[in-house]
């Protein structure tokens, strides 16, 4: 079974350009997971380890070939308050219920619903990650007290990045038989050892040097007061690792012109988050920086991420003082060449052309993004306007065409849903007083979405009831008599016949 997820025979596996990128990969996860965690107040080898156990296990199990999971600042910025007030402990019991919530998401099916989140959300969401992940680069160009290097170091680094990011940007044209990413951070630390530079290093964030990842439960109380205490944090964690994954494999799909299982993906988002809490890390989700990076190299499979979460141990284990010499102006280049692929300078071209609410959802969730790092209300907010925009937009469009048949019954055909924004509406189309004794009115083009549209036939039989007229409801859909039924303690309509309805299925969302 695992083998035959590792290799997946139906799919052509290029293993040198998987093992290379892989490799970039792991030299990216390094700065990045230490920098996650010293955001979180916790060790860096929690870090280290939460981007192993995380890119492992989702590689393995995940419903995204070449996807990259790990230690995320998203995760970081809601565990540094846990962190500084309980320890380290806590957030490894928080990131293990985190894993559990993700668990049940998953096997209950919930990924689907990630395509209810519209283009904007999705633009403005990659947007706010991509200006998220320039920023954080510039915090290389700061010395350990926080101030702007200046002098030779300035230029060095600013000189280095470029360098880096010219390779990035220029081999891919010469060639594509190596991956540009790793040729680059070569490169550099080539220049960097040969010309003796006095620049920034990896080993200047922390040291990386470690064992394997310890496995051992959570050192917490395991008691009701400790369960209330974690499981607003656990939740939050949940939600905004898989809002981040689902929204990453949405958008590597549409790179890759495939289509990954979100359903899948959750339920190895979860297992992975549960082993990341037993082995001393800090969880994590999927990181949509190194996988774009990923898949720029060319990665298309499962191996790549394998490849990076067992090197990324290697350099814990054995290649730390290696590692540690690695520049950061090659990263930090590295990093901003991902910013600018990450963002979609499309959406500045549709400005003009995309409607007006579609662009102020698209900017409100790319300012919430940035400005206060939470993925899962950016993502939220922008859902929750896109729906009221549209709720807005179907009530103005609720229409009724009437006429009176041979037998003077008076028949109204009713045309867009009929739900809490459109009763208003739906009322003004009535001329209770004025219509003969029996009414008929036809849903063949409409429905009848929730409660406030029961509550409206009810208000409207009792309407025409009052003058000695009768109401009739024509060609409800099978969905639609079935609320009017759950309702017939507390409201009154007459339905005649129905045509049967086909719903869509389901099945399609794994």
């Known amino acids: ?39 979180a107040g916790l060790d860096p080898l929690t870090g280290l380890y939460a981007a192993f156990v995380m890119g492992l296990i989702t590689s393995i199990f995940g419903g995204r070939p070449g996807m990259i999971s790990g230690a995320t600042g998203a995760v970081a910025v809601v565990l540094v308050t846990l962190a500084a007030s309980h320890g380290p402990e806590y957030i490894f019991a928080t990131v293990v219920l985190a894993g559990l919530i993700q668990l049940a998401a998953g096997l209950l099916k919930l990924g689907k619903f990630i395509r209810l989140v519209p283009h904007p959300v999705i633009f403005g969401f990659v947007n706010g990650l991509a200006i998220i992940i320039f920023t954080a680069q510039l915090v290389q160009f700061q010395d350990a007290e926080g101030h702007w290097l200046q002098g030779i170091k300035l230029y060095w680094m600013l000189g280095l990045s470029a360098l880096t990011m010219l390779i990035i940007w220029g081999l891919p044209k010469i060639t594509k038989s190596f991956p540009a990413s790793l040729a680059a951070i070569l490169s550099v630390f080539a220049v960097v050892t040969v010309l003796d530079i006095d620049t920034k290093t990896v080993g200047d964030l922390a040291s990386i040097k470690g064992g394997f990842p310890p496995f051992h439960l959570p050192n917490v109380p395991w008691t009701l007061e400790t369960f209330q205490l974690i499981l607003p944090y656990a939740a939050i964690v949940a939600a905004v690792g898989l809002i981040e994954s689902l929204l990453t494999l949405n958008i590597v799909d549409e790179l890759t012109e495939s289509r990954g299982r979100s359903n899948k993906e959750a339920v190895a988002q979860g297992a992975a988050n549960v082993l990341s809490g037993l082995f001393s890390g800090m969880g994590g989700c999927a990181m949509i920086g190194q996988s774009l990076i ?82 899962a209300l950016a993502v939220l907010v922008g859902v929750i306007i896109a729906a009221l925009v549209f709720a807005w937009d179907n009530a103005k469009r609720i229409r009724a065409r009437k006429h009176v048949d041979s037998n003077g019954v008076k028949h109204y055909e009713i045309y867009g849903p009929l739900f809490f924004g459109s009763v208003a509406a739906f009322n003004e189309k009535f001329d209770v007083l004025g219509d003969p004794s029996e009414v008929i009115v036809d849903f063949a083009e409409s429905r009848v979405a929730d409660m406030s549209a029961i509550e409206a036939l009810h208000r409207l039989t009792e309407r025409y009831a009052k003058q000695g007229k009768s109401v009739h409801l024509r060609h409800l859909s099978a969905d639609c008599r079935q609320l009017l039924k759950n309702a017939e303690a507390i409201i009154e309509v007459n339905v005649l016949e129905d045509p049967t309805y086909k719903v869509a299925s389901d099945a399609l969302s794994r």
């Open 1 to 39: 079974m695992i083998f035959s997820q590792l290799f997946n025979f139906q799919q052509p596996v290029n293993y040198r350009t998987e093992v290379l990128s892989g490799l970039t990969v792991a030299l990216a996860l390094v700065p990045e997971a230490v920098a996650f965690a010293l955001i």
């Open 294 to 375: 990923n898949v720029s190299n060319g990665a298309r499979a499962r191996l790549s991420g394998i490849v990076a979460s067992v090197m990324l141990l290697v350099f814990v284990m054995f290649g730390s003082a290696l590692i540690e010499k690695v520049p950061m102006a090659a990263l930090t280049g590295l990093m901003i060449m991902v910013s600018i692929g990450t963002f979609e300078w499309a959406s500045l071209k549709t400005f003009r052309r995309m409607p007006q609410s579609d662009f102020i959802v698209m900017v409100l969730v790319t300012l919430v993004t940035v400005l206060l790092h939470n993925l």
